[in-house]
T-cell receptor, first 120, second 109 residues
Framework: GAVVSQHPSRVICKSGTSVKIECRSLDFQATTMFWYRQFPKKSLMLMATSNEGSKATYEQGVEKDKFLINHASLTLSTLTVTSAHPEDSSFYIC????????????????FGSGTQLSVL | DAKTTQPPSMDCAEGRAANLPCNHSTISGNEYVYWYRQIHSQGPQYIIHGLKNNETNEMASLIITEDRKSSTLILPHATLRDTAVYYCIVSRGYQKVTFGTGTKLQVIP
């Protein structure tokens, strides 16, 4: 199956710093990528949808200036947590769909291995 | 996306079949049923999906009722490595995917 690579797997940073997380589709072109966050023992919460070459679409309640998403190429999307605070500590997961922009009803998602962010 | 309802947890003896149910009574005609699982501290893994016919692959079988309002994921011979949270999702493939709370499957030795 298709592979999505996410880096880093774990990052510890000081409060006030910015952290960048990369999500790459290794063997397919991903026109759409999704970013999720997950708190301990909770389900995945969709943060935003990232489309190559256009601005990301954020879910309600997600601060776009706080979580900067860039999807400049068909194989790379990045999530930057700006001015991180302890409450931003979470497990961040990206996913990608091997899908052209045309409608297709049955494409599945491929997920990265996740990034555990700890803000001190 | 249609909503899904799953039991919060289930146990299964190792080597036995694990049957995970999912209700999706508001599913619409062109929405597929997808199953993913998440092993602790990892990204979710795709298992199987289907529209209305039963499906089988190397990991599992998916049984969808004729009215499509519910489905069952079957792991034929559960192993300890199948311990995970299993998510049932209904979606059109091009839409964003939102996760419910899933079923935490514990495979017992």
């Amino acid at each position: 199956g298709a592979v999505v690579s996410q880096h880093p797997s774990r990052v510890i940073c000081k409060s006030g710093t910015s952290v960048k997380i990369e999500c790459r589709s290794l063997d397919f072109q991903a026109t759409t990528m999704f970013w999720y966050r997950q708190f301990p023992k909770k389900s995945l919460m969709l943060m935003a949808t990232s489309n190559e070459g256009s601005k990301a679409t954020y879910e309600q309640g997600v601060e776009k200036d706080k979580f900067l998403i860039n999807h400049a190429s068909l194989t790379l999307s990045t999530l930057t947590v700006t001015s991180a605070h302890p409450e931003d500590s979470s497990f961040y997961i990206c996913s990608a769909r091997d899908l052209p922009r045309q409608l297709a009803s049955n494409e599945k998602l491929f997920f990265g291995s996740g990034t555990q962010l700890s803000v001190l | 996306d249609a909503k899904t309802t799953q039991p919060p947890s289930m146990d299964c003896a190792e080597g036995r079949a694990a049957n995970l149910p999912c209700n999706h009574s508001t599913i619409s005609g062109n929405e597929y049923v997808y199953w993913y699982r998440q092993i602790h501290s990892q990204g979710p893994q795709y298992i199987i999906h289907g529209l209305k016919n039963n499906e089988t692959n190397e990991m599992a079988s998916l049984i969808i009722t004729e009215d499509r309002k519910s489905s069952t994921l079957i792991l034929p011979h559960a192993t300890l490595r199948d311990t995970a949270v299993y998510y049932c999702i209904v979606s059109r493939g091009y839409q964003k995917v939102t996760f419910g709370t899933g079923t935490k499957l514990q495979v017992i030795p």
